[in-house]
């Protein structure tokens, strides 16, 4: 289910991408929500998604490594399933 604040992330994570050329926008699909997930390899953790398989997850998780996501640790930029089924992209970044 998709919130409000969910879709406040992912426009804050296009719009903050934008405004500072960093990129990560191209990383994530337009509609993609950005979510806090903790701590991950010691740093916090974002995932990007929801996306209904692994394929659909892989094209992000590979931008994302593309940007360096790895340089915080290995399991950045690769997929998890969530409880619920779906899967995300693991991102250090959350704008």
């Not at 992912?10 to 719009?15: D, M, R």
Request: proline share 6%.
């Amino acid at each position: 289910m998709e919130t409000r604040a969910h879709r406040t992330a992912a426009t804050l994570l296009i719009a903050g991408s934008i405004a500072t050329g960093l990129g990560v926008a191209t990383a994530a699909p337009a509609t993609a929500a950005v979510v806090p997930i903790g701590t991950v390899d010691g740093h916090s953790a974002f995932g990007i998604g929801p996306h209904s398989s692994a394929a659909q997850c892989a094209p992000t998780a590979d931008r994302l490594t593309n940007f360096g996501a790895k340089k915080f640790g290995p399991r950045f930029g690769t997929c998890y399933r969530a409880g619920n089924g779906q899967w995300w992209a693991i991102s250090p970044w959350s704008a």
